[in-house]
Structures are given as structure tokens and as C-alpha cells.
């Protein structure tokens, strides 16, 4: 169990390496070549043209922040497969673990908190398709009682690779390829919305570019003047200032007579560079919150908006993947040092929004037991919250 960090010095080695602007000159043809990149485990290219393009692109920018507030803001407990004396010790310690945590950016020790830093650093998964901290264990004892807490980092994914099917620190300093050992690393898995999300950036960001140098070429229209006064005398230096003066980029002034033909350059009818913008905002909006912009206002036939329903969704299946990962990697290694447990009566587990619908819950499970199935106790305390109790004397009787 690591009581150090092997990220000594990190940013410092690693800020001379890092000098290039990964979305200053993206093309189709470079993005295909890098998203193959990261398919055959070479991360740091992807990870950050991905990183920048979340933190520049204005409709990104909300809904993968909303996507991971939504999940950090859920309340967690520490639930327990019975009430035995064993899962309540267990449910004990985890508690007293998960209450003294810290974690930080690595890369930016500015970035400081507990549990929902870490949960919203785990979701940066949903976007590039790993999330990496690097855990510092930290145990002490309170009389004769061994405890134990950690410290997370969390390591851009760019200081990673994963050609051998596995991840690897990659030393900024050396490029010394270091394995993660699972009870020194913490690895989430996501989606990896942020492939899809870097081709709808450059399709929305191309023409959005097009779209601007089409608005400071005929946004402003051209002034012409004619005067018959001759070129070079005082009137005409007047008239050619009273032109001037209007402030257009384009202005011309002639003697009366001269004809000059303007070359029509603007589109005619509807621009099509509007219609592919917004196009691409509604998939970026669909990919990360499950509803594009224009299914916001929409209910289906209970009364339900479509947003509610995706966003339920989506929520319970981030809290479950959040929940797994930390029971899977954190709650085994916990108990297993404290206790020498190898399978764990207790568990961390996220509570999702209170949404559901309680009753028809409770009328499915109650036809259930009357037709006969046979039920988990277990399932249906965890799928309504509830812990069992610790003792006789801690229940309702009816």
C-alpha cells in the first residue's frame, strides 16, 4: 500500500513538454488521424485536443459541467448486504474513510476538496473514456484502532498510453513508462463522449468561421458618392470627406457620369452555415444530457418532459458506474488492510434523486409476493435506500 507519490516535481517537468496549441490548426484529416491514435493507445494528442475543446466551446462548456455537478451533488451512504456485526464494523470504517478524504488536481494543486471533487473528476471518464487518480494511503490510529483514509491526485489523462490493452504513467521527466497497480491507481471508465464530440466541434467550428468572414465581408454596406466637381479642387475634397465620413470599410467617390459595376459576392436566400451550427449544438447537447435543444419543452403521454426522463437515466447509470468503481477499487482495499477482508459486507453506494415513483414501485413488488416470487430483502432495501437495522431494538414494529 503506497504512502508516497511518484508525481514529485510534476508540473514543473511537465510544462516545457506541453507546448502546443492542439485545436489552433484542426483539420478533418489530423482529427482522423488522432482519434486512430487513441484507439491504438496512443491518449495524449486526443486527451488534449479533447481538453481544450470542453473548456472553449461555448455549448460544451454547460452541459458537461451540468452532467457532472448533477452526479457530484448526490448524497452517498455506506450500505450493508445484513445486520451483522461484521457489516456494521465494516459500514463503520468505510464511513469514517470516506468522511476524511482529500483530493486535488495534480496538474493544478489550486484545485482542492472531498468526495464530490473526486466524483466530478471520475466523471471526466463520460468524456474521454478514462479518469485517472493516483492514490496516496494515509493510515493513523486512535488508541488501539487501526483507520485509514487516502489522498486522490488526479492525472490528466495525457500523461498516459495504453498500447499494451493497459494503462501506463508515462514520466514527464524520462518517459519512464510506469504500470498502474490497482492498489496504487484509480481508474474510471466511461463513454468517451468526447470522440463524437471533437467531430461535431470542428463540423460546427468550420463553418461557424465561414459564417463570420461572410458577416465582416457584406455585413456593412459600400457608400458611393457623385459630385461634378473635378478631381483635385476644393469641392471634390469635400465630397470625397462627407464619403469618408460615413464610416463604411467600402466607399467610393465619382464624377458624375462614371459608372462602376459592384461584383455581388452574398449568398442569396437562407445562409446554409446557420442550419450546420445549430445542427451540431443539438448533437453535442443529445451526446451529454440525452435531449438535444429542441426536445427541452416536450412531454410525452403521462406529462413527463423527455429531458426528465433521459436525465434520470443518465443519472442513475452515472451513479451507478461511480458506485461500482469505488466499491470494485477503494472499498475492498479498505477493509481488506483494516480487517483482511476479502469479500465486504458493506458497501459506498450514491443515492440518486428521489424521482421515482414510490407507489407503483411498491404495488409491482407487492404483486410480486403475491403471485409467489420468490424476492430479495436485500435488493429492495438498496433499490429504496434503506439500510437494514443494526439490532432488534432499531426497528419499526407494526
Known sequence: ???????????????????????????????SRILDDFHAGKLKQAAMIWDAIEKRDDLLQGVISKRKKSISRLPWEILTLDNSPEAMQQKQLLEQFYNNISCFNAYDENERGGIP??????????????????????????????????????????????????????????????????????????????????????????????????????????????????????????????????????????????????????????????????????????????????????KDSTGISAQRNERDLLEEDDAQMISDTLHEQIDRCVLKYLLGVEHPKAYFQLKTSPNKNLNNDLNIIKTLWEMGVPLSLNDIREHFGINPPSNKEDTVIK
Not at 504512502?3 to 485545436?23: A, E, G, H, K, V
Not at 449568398?267 to 453535442?284: F, T
Request: charged share 25%.
Open 117 to 298: 471533487l473526486l466524483i466530478r473528476q471520475m466523471m471526466d471518464a463520460i468524456g474521454k473514456h478514462y479518469a485517472v487518480h493516483e492514490i496516496i494511503w494515509k493510515p493513523f490510529k486512535q488508541g488501539s484502532q487501526k483507520y485509514l483514509t487516502a489522498e486522490f491526485r488526479f492525472v490528466p489523462l495525457f500523461f498516459f498510453e495504453n498500447i499494451q490493452g493497459r494503462l501506463y504513467f508515462i514520466d514527464p521527466k524520462d518517459h519512464k513508462k510506469l504500470p498502474l497497480n490497482t492498489e496504487e491507481w484509480l481508474v474510471t471508465t466511461g463513454d468517451g463522449l468526447m470522440e463524437s464530440c471533437s467531430i461535431a466541434y470542428l463540423f460546427k467550428h468550420l463553418p461557424l468561421r465561414d459564417w463570420l468572414i461572410y458577416c465582416e465581408r457584406n455585413g456593412m454596406p459600400g457608400v458611393k458618392g457623385t459630385t461634378t466637381a473635378r478631381p483635385g479642387t476644393q469641392e471634390w475634397e469635400v465630397a470625397r470627406e462627407a464619403v469618408q465620413n460615413f464610416g463604411a470599410e467600402f466607399h467610393a467617390l465619382m464624377s458624375a457620369g462614371t459608372d462602376i459595376q459592384a461584383i455581388d459576392i452574398s449568398g442569396k436566400g437562407e445562409l446554409p452555415y446557420p442550419k450546420l451550427v445549430d445542427r451540431m449544438d443539438r448533437a453535442m447537447a443529445a451526446l451529454w444530457r440525452g435531449s438535444d435543444l429542441t426536445t427541452l419543452g416536450q
Open 1 to 31: 500500500m503506497k504512502t508516497n507519490t511518484y508525481l514529485t516535481s510534476f508540473r514543473q517537468d511537465s510544462l516545457s513538454r506541453l507546448q502546443w496549441n492542439p485545436i489552433r490548426s484542426l483539420t478533418p484529416a489530423t482529427l
